[in-house]
């Protein structure tokens, strides 16, 4: 079973939809969560930690479900600079950043 | 100014043969990562190195041999080239060993013939 799982996409959605993307991950000792977005072709970067109360970056709302060993993005009024592939991150360890990526959500906003 | 610089960002080659891809971070950072994205995209780490000293080594063979010189640079040599290291290798840094954030190199796609 992988660490982290994630629908593959794409998701294709017009521009100011809401759009929600959903991870799972079989470590139930995972320390810390993350978001990361990659461009095509690009390396990834940090979109937001993901915390066990919630949090919110603008349009950007991440969730943790500690329970269920899932983790949510929700992106509001979607922008077509939102294009590109979202990666779940979990870390299971709580002394080294070993961070297990899933293999992203690709998401596409048109026109 | 690139925070992460990795050398070369292509790289082709014949089967057998060795190479090396070389990273170095002016952030000043204490962590420094290789990862590997393969075909499939996943992103899988193989060896961190904290203030130059070992503290992750995945399953990787042992074709692959990283080194860090000091806590800036740290690099990756692969001996044999076999075809299934075919894949996009991403550096990457951290403020230490526990931070969250990682920042990552632009890739070095390493393509086997």
Redesign the interface.
């Known amino acids: 079973r992988k660490e982290v799982e994630q629908d593959p996409g794409p998701f294709n959605v017009p521009e100011g939809a809401t759009v929600a993307f959903n991870c799972t991950y079989s470590n139930s000792a995972s320390q810390s969560f993350f978001w990361y977005r990659q461009d095509c072709r690009k390396e990834p970067k940090l979109l937001m930690s993901v915390y066990s109360s919630g949090n919110e970056d603008g349009r950007f709302t991440a969730q943790l479900n500690r329970a269920s060993q899932y983790i949510s993005l929700l992106i509001r009024d979607s922008k077509l600079s939102d294009s590109a592939t979202y990666l779940c991150v979990v870390n299971p360890d709580y002394n080294f950043n070993k961070f297990y990526f899933g293999s992203g959500t690709k998401l596409n906003v048109k026109p | 100014d690139t925070a992460v610089s990795q050398t070369p960002k292509y790289l082709v080659t014949q089967m057998g043969n060795d190479k090396s891809i070389k990273c170095e971070q002016n952030l000043g950072h204490d962590?420094m990562?290789w990862?590997k994205q393969d075909s499939?995209?996943?992103?899988?780490?193989m060896f961190?190195y904290n203030n130059k000293e070992l503290?992750?080594n995945e399953t990787v063979p042992n074709r692959f041999s990283p080194k860090s010189p000091d806590k800036a640079h740290l690099n990756l040599h692969i001996n044999s080239l076999e075809l299934g290291d075919s894949a996009v290798y991403?550096c990457a840094s951290?403020h230490d060993?526990?931070?969250?954030?990682?920042f990552?190199?632009?890739?070095s796609r390493l393509t086997v013939l």
């Open positions: 962590t990562y990862y499939k995209k996943f992103l899988k780490i961190s503290i992750i991403f951290s060993r526990v931070t969250g954030e990682l990552f190199g632009e890739g």
